[in-house]
């Protein structure tokens, strides 16, 4: 397994852009699928982004498609959410997660809060 540290969360305001890290540790990191998910007080978790490590592949939940973009430097160990067009909705904790297989993610970080001024 891998350990995940998140960073980046903060307050921002309604149309604004934020970037969220997430820093890895252990070793293969580059063979592992990473993903992004949320969570807001009173909801279920949500998928948000995710990023396929054999080909690079990337799927998004349709609520963030076309604002939110994933992305990883292998070199640095790192997964980011760039997050543009920001809404209130957006706001939730956000976590980083990793695991062998599309879906199946042993390892998550802490979480990140993010709070949205409308």
């Known amino acids: 397994q891998v350990q995940l540290v998140e960073s980046g969360g903060g307050l921002v305001q309604a149309g604004g852009s934020l970037t969220l890290s997430c820093a890895a540790s252990?070793?293969?990191?580059?063979?592992?699928?990473v993903a992004w998910f949320r969570q807001a007080p009173g909801k279920e978790r949500e998928f948000v982004a995710a990023m396929n490590w054999s080909d690079g592949s990337t799927y998004y939940g349709d609520s963030v498609k076309g604002r939110f973009t994933i992305s990883r430097d292998n070199a640095q160990n790192t997964v980011y959410l760039q997050m543009n067009s920001l809404k209130s909705e957006d706001t939730a904790v956000y976590y980083c997660a990793a695991g062998w297989t599309m879906g199946e993610y042993s390892s998550w970080g802490q979480g990140t809060q993010v709070t949205v001024s409308s």
């Open positions: 252990g070793r293969l990191f580059s063979r592992y699928t």
